[in-house]
């Protein structure tokens, strides 16, 4: 059994800014990286809204030099699953790939969220086969392909208007007749000339040859009538799932599975000692660089848990 200070689960933003802090505070973290070492940027292109960096960054790059200055200042990374965790007494008990056991003093969940699926039937099983949920990572194998993109907020516009470089027809398939995007993102979808629409429209199942995508069934909401529209791919563009499952109910989470903060000025959970940053507790900004905001708060609120100095009493968490 290894004994650490502080344990951080999760290598997005939130978790990679916690590890930086945390390490300069001589804490020496122990960052658990989970099945997408560096998070969603990873599968981005260029970010631009991060600031410093006037010509933009790409995401992979980003969260590479994160790691790089974690580890400069002494965090360890160790790859695996968080399989269970054990948050009813101190010190925590986190166990990776059902295997090795590590105890913390206090732990910061930053595992972020997944990519929702819809659930139709042919969905998850063509995954790969032309059905994805990341364009920037597939939109190339679609060059000069009819593609579909399903959704109608910001993630689906952005996906759309970026498969347009590819695709040789693009269709946004959204189930309601107003879409959720913003209303910049709306616009340039919207301008793209390339981008045809299809609203109050719900997927039902997607179609196959046996190997690939051929189509997307779906269904006109305002007559009941269903039909196929032909496609090749179908990017799945409808939000994100946060990573909660793993703790058992442990944590406290909203109805959708987002880690409820007891303080909103702290980035402390309902059992003191823990804390929780990034889109695994935001379901509203989700952004590269709130989750580093509430990475870098979650650490300091660790160092202060820690060495008992904050006036905070972390206890009123529990009372909440
Ligand atoms: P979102 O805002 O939650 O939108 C999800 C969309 O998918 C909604 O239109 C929703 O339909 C639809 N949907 C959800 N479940 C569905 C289902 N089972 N079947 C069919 N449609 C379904 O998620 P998001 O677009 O990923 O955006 C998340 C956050 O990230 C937002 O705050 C957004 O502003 C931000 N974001 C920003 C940018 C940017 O500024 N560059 C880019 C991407 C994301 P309904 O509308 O009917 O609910």
Known sequence: MEKRKVIILGTGPAGLTAAIYAARANLEPLVIEGDQPGGQLTITTDVENFPGFPDGILGPELMENMRKQAEKFGAAFLSGWVTAVDFSQRPFKITVDEEKQYDA????????????????PGETENIGHGVSTCATCDGFFFRGKRIIVVGGGDSAMEEANFLTKFASELTIVHRRSTLRASKVMQDRARNNSKIKWELDTTPISVQTDGAKVTGLEVKDNQTGETRVLETEGIFVAIG???????????????????????????????????????????????QAITAAGSGCQAAMDAEKFIEGSSSHDWSLSLSK
Do not use: W
């Open 240 to 286: 994100h799932q946060p990573n909660t499952a793993f703790l058992g109910g442990q944590i406290d989470v909203d109805p959708v599975g987002y880690i409820t903060r007891t303080d909103p000025l702290t980035t402390a959970t309902n059992i003191p000692g823990v804390f929780a940053c990034g889109d695994v507790a935001d379901a509203h900004y989700r």
């Open 105 to 120: 003093e206090a732990v910061i969940i930053s595992t972020g969220a997944s990519a929702k699926m819809l659930g139709i």
